[in-house]
């Protein structure tokens, strides 16, 4: 599911119709600076994870108007030819800033600024955000059910309660999240994610009795496999799959439990395993778990948690409320001013900005917000006030993709910078209750 | 965005272990049947609204292991040899039956029914789950929204708040609901949805002033179009607005408000249009309303709804809890017979299953689900009954896709046919409020 075609029609037309009127009032041309950020958390949120800023590079270079794309606009009449001349000849040659994919976000934080003429970047709004809203809210989610899990391995299984593709972006985002594998092939093949997944209540059914399922599972997959002992009776299921492994020469890997009370169901089967010898024997949860689910399950001998419908859906957010707005732009006199929406709700703060995290005693305490001129004057502020920077060059000025973000290794590197990031955070943000983010936003300007 | 590579790897790998496991018992060539159903319907919803069966039927013919996904199982290790030369030879041949798309939906309803072999029917499960159920929580929330509206009509603008993928499959689900149109532009290409929006508070903000803005959007699209008047102050946008449109010698098209207090923005609003003598001139509303935002809206002079996050995630409800359940198969003697999951919770009827619904005067009252041998002996049951009968034939016996319910048309016909469906309900199937399904559902067996 890498993105081979064509990204450029992801889009809301008015991304197109502003490009058209602003062509012939000749603001199109005007240098511009967009900045996606978050206005607040969603509740109970202490912090958020940046996710997804491999397939927005993957995105970025896909965002081309074909012949295809070009006649279909043509066709439907959307913009004229002026617009459609401009289209052809698209590719993006700004530059793009951002927290890197894994690190923690928080209220203001320039999550994401994308630099260049008005056009060209007001254009990648729509695919923009849809990617970042979409994988950073999967990924915010995952973090607090590894947070709950304590070291226990997390599994992603929810890919039937999600879009099709969405579910592919939401197996990676989990796993910026620290989630140890997924059950959906595609992400195996796009991403070289671990994937896992054993056998349904249907494989069980379709056979005569759980003797001949388990039997037929041990024969394909070893006594290492993982049963799922819940269709008729777990004792009984529990019973036969021990037997099934041992038949076959070897101790049962584990044994899955989808339904019931798995709190207690978790203690009754680990003490019948090790009552039947089966002490290596690791029992695996799946049935509706979330980030409080996890936590309660704490206590109980479970070795690893499948988490399916409230990963995918963001637990409860599904979609972080990240927004792409205009901060500055070039006046008539060449020079860039910031700007800003001013009636009744949603205002920003206007103007270019560099973030910095301000770390002490290995604790972070600051998210600290500079508004700035150049980059550079902002980050010389956050080197005197001792802030770690927090953007790093996406794409850099002309167009030119910065490859590590990407490909081999980018989310593997992702994820290890999400699990140091959230280790740098005071305890308070590891909480999943209600209260304020982890720490809270300064804004500063020079 | 029509499927037009391969969807097998969009699937949980334990699809593909239990095929690998049940050609060694002889297990995968037992005739199936698969239910899809939901069994309870979220809080608040009284019905759900079928949606997606047009991009199943696509999924499940594209639906091929080609190369490329042979070298990813292989090299991967995934399933054994004769589970690859299956799947290489794999093309779904069994048959489905279906409420078709648009159809309302109670618990127990059985939406979707698979019938093959295991192997060719329990392989479908991810793929087509993936879809009904996003589609159909999309088509669900859409379908409350444009009964608030009472017949104003609702726009979808919500991509960039779900996954760019999702957002075209949310936009067509929307229209099965209702909608009138969509902002994304694969939607236009790809479903022939009618596609809107003119400019963000970005496009006002690059310009000098407001003036400058709403001048270059009037000389691209005419005095039609629709100026958002709330970057600045909303009374001197709404006099620029039109005026902007009276230079160009028409009067507005329409104002969008997209910020503040909505309800008493609207009528001080249209009382300045009036007084303006811009009566003509219409007001969209767009920021974040969901059905109860509509309703509110519902006494206030507004003339179309912009609907965004609430939407696309399902108002609340991102996904449907819709499963995929084997509920018969053959046996060992060759005759078919009923199978269900019988530990603690997720319980479900077993069995083939025909679904009507029984209407008096006019008015639905009652979904009947006959447990049958055969689907004829189960229509004639309804028939007894009363009842309209829901299946329609999506895929026949061998594998064969029935058209009309995909392509051109399709869409339009699924949004009448929930129209007319939602009409049928009683009038406490319509309230927003906490309550019971529209219609009981009746399981009988015959």
């Not at 008005?118 to 994988?135: G, K, P, R, Y």
């Not at 090790?274 to 206590?299: C, H, P, Q, R």
């Not at 490909?407 to 999400?418: F, I, S, W």
Request: charged share 25%; net charge negative.
């Amino acid at each position: 599911m890498r993105v081979t075609s064509s990204t450029a029609l992801l889009t809301d037309m008015y991304e197109l119709t502003m490009i058209d009127a602003a062509l012939r009032s000749s603001a199109a041309s005007r240098q511009s600076v967009f900045e996606v950020f978050a206005r607040r958390l969603p509740p109970r949120r202490r912090y958020g994870v940046v996710a997804g800023t491999a397939r927005i590079l993957d995105a970025v270079e896909a965002f081309r108007f074909t012949g295809a794309e070009i006649d279909y606009l043509a066709g439907a009449g959307i913009v004229g030819e002026q617009t459609l001349d401009f289209l052809r000849e698209y590719t993006f040659r700004g530059s793009i800033l951002g927290y890197p994919e894994g690190e923690c976000f928080f209220p203001g934080s320039p999550v994401l600024t994308v630099r260049g003429t008005f056009a060209e970047a007001v254009i990648l709004e729509t695919v923009v955000l849809s990617i970042l809203n979409h994988d950073s809210a999967v990924a915010s989610a995952a973090s607090r059910m590894t947070t709950a899990a304590h070291g226990r391995p997390c599994l992603e299984m929810g890919a039937r309660r999600t879009h099709e593709a969405s579910a592919v972006a939401a197996a990676r985002a989990a796993v910026v999240g620290g989630f140890a594998g997924s059950s959906v092939l595609e992400a195996g093949r796009s991403y070289g994610i671990r994937t896992i997944g054993t056998a349904a209540h249907s494989f069980t059914l379709v056979h005569d009795d759980e003797e001949a399922a388990f039997a037929a599972q041990v024969e394909a997959f070893g006594p290492g496999t993982t049963l799922l002992v819940d269709t008729y009776d777990v004792t009984r299921g529990v019973e036969r799959a021990v037997a099934a492994a041992r038949a076959a020469g070897g101790e049962l890997g584990a044994v899955r439990l989808d339904s019931g009370d798995l709190v207690a169901q978790a203690f009754t089967v680990r003490e019948q395993l090790d009552s039947l010898g089966a002490t290596s024997t690791k029992i695996t949860v799946t049935s509706d778990l979330d980030e409080y689910a996890i936590a309660a399950l704490n206590a109980a001998p479970v070795d690893a948690y499948g988490v399916g419908t409230r990963l995918v859906t963001g637990s409860g957010h599904p979609t972080a409320e990240l927004v792409y707005k205009l901060v500055a732009r070039e006046g008539a006199d060449g020079r860039m001013r910031e700007v800003a929406k001013t009636s009744a709700s949603k205002e920003s703060v206007g103007g270019l900005k560099v973030g910095g995290r301000v770390v002490e005693d290995g604790r972070a305490v600051e998210e600290l917000v500079v508004s700035c001129g150049t980059v550079a004057a902002g980050r010389a502020e956050l080197d005197r006030a001792g802030a770690r920077h927090l953007q790093v060059e996406l794409v850099r000025e002309g167009g030119q993709i910065v490859e590590e973000h990407r490909g081999d290794g980018a989310l593997e590197r992702a994820q290890e910078r999400h699990l140091a990031a959230r280790d740098e955070l005071p305890y308070a943000a590891w909480r999943l209750s209600e209260g304020e983010p982890g720490v809270p936003t300064r804004h500063e300007a020079v």
